[in-house]
């Protein structure tokens, strides 16, 4: 039981596929009142003809996206290209505005400065707190303090959509000891709104459809550092992960494969309870029954991530496979599960826990 | 403001894609209580190994299809091949189970039992109220009659998907006397889940990737008479349709093209004008701002019809085209829809309104 | 038995689509040198980089669009945005240059210039001989007058994919005056290289996955002109057409379910015959044995068009539907067939009749 | 310049996946004469109604699976589940029929009878010549000994799809000694054909279509072997591989993302130059400019492989692409190369190097 708590929210860069299904999850969140809804080239047109999908707003003319019209909220998601995010609070801070501000982008994801300036080029905005909220800390095999770390929050920086799917695979073995961090290799298979709504050729439907495509392969994508950060969190020393993302022709999804060289001696079964215990618990992070492996599909329009690992003991690696909708639960589902926490709400409240399938 | 007035549900069929999209709608509704899940040759096995989407149930055990499983529940929903859901429900009867039954299948929509027995070559079960809350009654010109005919009914025969599609984008053209029903066409585009979980060679990926197959050509398939029984309810004297099925590379969704000869000397303004008329206060079928046209991916997920249309004076006919999600609103979300005024509840409870896109 | 006859083709716009399947199709012809590959802005950059799939010439360099880099050829095949080709075929006779032009474009595909001005809005740069070597000309029921219009031309305008696949589907029933082309309606499902390469937020993957867009309804499209003209060449007094494009998630393909009202009389069996008689001897265009229905696979990358009829009595009309790969048959492959009359070469030499599949 | 060979050739299991593609790329090689085909339940059939895209033969009837049926041939090709290749060359042996025995199956492929009843659970059928005429020899740079074995063969063993892809992208780099053959990395995307014609209900589009499945995780395959043999014959002492193949939302291709640990002090520039080495003559594999990573879509219906390299010094390792068509340089295509070997026809002739594309 608890009392009700309803919230303002504006959006900045609400005609974009993440600010689209960040108003796809507050519309169904039973707290949340949409205020301001920006954009930029899109300003002064009705969401739907962006957003044809969200029925409930079709009619609703889109802002500019200024911190005047996104001030006097209780909540902005700011839903940007990176770089933007870090002016924006601090203009909304000399206001005098109090929202708490939810950063969709990458700019306050990273402690380390050097890792921000190597990867992104540019000066670092500064560290939010991270909404993971199932990130493990030094010593935990369960995850508390980072929800601590969230609890009452005013700034949240949300993971990276691959980063949340990674994490999620390795982090139980990194905390328990049993996989060794300094060898660790992920595939992704990504759908293409992960991309964002940008007009490239590499994006055309002619060129997705019965192709998959790699790209920043070779140790160059910018969430192998917040990869890095989240497994030392977890208890890693040092971290060093061979990443590579495949664009494959949906839409949705994140398919992560990772695989880490098993400690030697360890025997499976230790292995599945290392994981069954970091997310035996978790409303929204499923281990699936042994056999079972986690596809996109299942995760569809959901804030779930289904998670499975295995030993192969002739290789001796250990291979997980997590799945998650990267809209979702790799950014605006997993905003508002922090968000929950930022505000004193239920973790769970408004949230999917069933995708849409098939 | 209303009453609760919580409800159990059993489904059989439960691990088909129409009795899981049942599933997914009801266990986001307020008031519904998942009772017995049923299958046939699934039955002993958990919910999770066949839908693995669902993770609310995923622990579940499927009994067996069975009157006796199914009887002590407020609703049964029976998502079966066509032929197996009179027996059940004349089963349930003689049982003394007061239950609402719900036929997902098409054994009690026709009204003419030789109509049943040209398209379905078996005896006809009879006629259960028709769950199309939208459907215009002769004089209609916004519905209506057929929401007072689900009004406390205890039995709905769920319309067919391509029926609803086609009935919504034509009814309200026929009802204002403005095209001849007697020179309809319609060609669809088809999602793969319409033609179930059945193991048949053309509804394989290998088979529909990167491919448009059509089916049942020539006036064979089964859901003309329905169309037909529709557009005279809306005020047509005869109907004659050709129609045209493909299934296109898509796991979901439904788009409707469908034409009609204008009534001679009839303006676009009043074309526009009668589709307006039927559906400005219908809170699942919108038709679009003019010369926006609806995409199956608008609605998937949502119980939402999107409609529009135009009309061609150079071939002096009316186009119509409609979107739907074939498994919500064309089954699961339209039978919830109609359950609601069975139930007495408002309309719109707990029903999903916004699709999930891209 | 033929005498080799070598030819060397120049192709500009060899970095799009048409212009890229043009190259694929020559590249397997035993008698087509590959001359000049030009580009607009992308001049300067190798082939490779932009059709990665044409291995025998990645490390070829593009050359800048120009007469001058064209010219000395003996074929010019233009692959550019329509408007553009009429001016570079006079600047090349201009020149004195005497090599074959095919126009992959629309700009000399309609006799009447009246209509283009109506469909394309400007000037109309004059009519060339028609590369569709099918097409019924008046009192034809197999097509010669094509042909012999095609045999040693210097000039082709290569018709449209859609006008390909609903004249062929439609033609033989118009000039056997089995059905009224004055009520035709055709509804056609598109992949999206059709579209060509151009960034637009509608061909992008996300948009196109898992979704069926319409686009140009309600008489607007810029083909309906020609195929009224083709069916006028069949026999038909006045043609009207209902003409519906759709996108679907697909890379390649053209199905296109054509419907016209029935000859009332007219029985099945002289509706087949009609079909039969057009199509028996044509080597590309194969009418498929009673019930199989085309598919778009079945014809990808092949010069292929497959054919179906069949007669729906109770709807009065007949249904045909036609498959073709809108690359192959619907602009390169045909292009090279109507080339190889114009050249007196065999008609079917170098051109593939088997597609890729599945 | 070589005399005219024309030989026969008989495909037992004509009507699947790869049995299909064999008669593709056979149809298109100028000495091929098609003999014998052959069909388990589908005798009797004409082709056309199980090959639709292969309009040369589809009135041919498929006649039963029989030595008879198969005998009297130059060529004999075996597109059969595994286990059933090996009986009917003895068979066939029997008999006296000397024909070349191609087997697109798995029987054949393994030297290790022990391996092979570890990971196929029956007896060991025996181990014809590898068809991969690209294979390194211990001591090579360049292949020519597996040449120098299928020169004049009359049995040829065609490797395993994925085998192909994995092979091809990491055996340079193990052959020059720069990489650790025993902590190998692979994870694949890989087109639904893969799993052939038959009936599962993971195989159905709905399933498939938006959606990633991985499947036989954690060192089940039974490419595994296979894969560690190759890389032995091409230099490794010992090969351990985690290799996760994943099913993708498309109907061909295979993207092989492989990864090793670098030989520590080695440079990148030595690693480019050992794949460059390797690959520099090869005619069907083809390493791209640096920078371009492959995609499925650029090989699609052409038997060539496209591979990249790249060195992650962060991680030690070095990252290798590999794509192929499975159906082609996967499979027949393959075969026909290797089998242009055994007769002493130019091992390029007849077979596509350009694919199909968007």
Redesign the interface.
């Known amino acids: 039981m608890f009392m009700h708590m309803t919230f303002s929210v504006a959006i900045a860069g609400a005609s974009g596929?993440a600010g689209?299904e960040m108003l796809?999850v507050l519309?169904?969140h039973p707290e949340a009142r949409i205020g301001a809804l920006t954009a930029h080239s899109n300003a002064g047109t009705?969401l739907?003809?962006h957003?044809?999908?969200?029925?409930?707003l079709?009619g609703r003319v889109l802002a500019a996206t200024s911190t005047e019209n996104l001030a006097g909220h209780d909540v902005v998601v700011l839903a940007l290209p990176h770089g933007a995010s870090g002016a924006i609070a601090a203009e909304l801070a000399e206001r005098g505005d109090d929202a708490i501000v939810v950063d969709l982008g990458a700019d306050h994801r990273l402690v380390d400065p050097a890792a921000w300036e190597q990867f992104y080029g540019s000066e670092h905005a500064g560290t939010w707190p991270y909404g993971l909220p199932e990130l493990l800390h030094p010593g935990e095999s369960t995850a508390t303090a980072q929800r601590a770390a969230l609890a009452g929050t005013r700034r949240i920086a949300v993971p990276g959509c691959n980063v949340t799917a990674v994490t999620l695979g390795l982090q139980p073995g990194v905390a328990a000891g049993l996989i060794e961090p300094q060898?660790l290799?992920a595939?992704l298979?990504n759908?293409?709104?992960g991309?964002g709504?940008s007009?490239?050729?590499h994006?055309?439907?002619?060129?997705?459809?019965?192709?998959?495509?790699?790209?920043a392969?070779?140790?160059t994508h910018r969430h192998?550092p917040e990869i890095a950060q989240n497994l030392r969190s977890a208890g890693a020393e040092a971290v060093?992960?061979?990443?590579?993302p495949?664009?494959?022709?949906?839409?949705?999804?994140i398919?992560a494969?990772s695989?880490a060289?098993l400690v030697p001696g360890t025997d499976p079964a230790t292995v599945r309870e290392a994981w069954e215990q970091t997310y035996a618990d978790e409303p929204f992070v499923?281990l699936?029954?042994e056999g079972?492996?986690?596809?996109?599909?299942?995760?569809?329009?959901?804030n779930?991530a289904?998670v499975?690992v295995?030993?192969?003991?002739?290789?001796?690696?250990v291979?997980t496979?997590t799945?998650i909708d990267n809209l979702v639960k790799g950014t605006a589902g997993g905003a508002l599960q922090s968000l929950n926490l930022a505000l004193g709400l239920p973790e769970t409240l408004g949230l999917p826990?069933?995708?849409?399938?098939?």
């Open positions: 596929y689209g796809r519309l169904a009705p739907g003809a957003q044809p999908h969200l029925r409930s079709a060898d290799v595939v298979a759908g293409y709104s991309a709504r007009l490239k050729t994006l055309l439907a002619s060129e997705a459809l019965g192709a998959v495509q790699p790209y392969v070779g140790g192998i060093s992960i061979s990443f590579t495949t664009l494959v022709p949906m839409a949705r999804g398919l494969t695989t060289r499923h699936l029954p079972q492996w986690p596809t996109t599909a299942s995760t569809l329009g959901a779930t289904l499975q295995a030993v192969d003991e002739a290789a001796g690696r291979v496979v799945a826990l069933d995708g849409v399938a098939p």
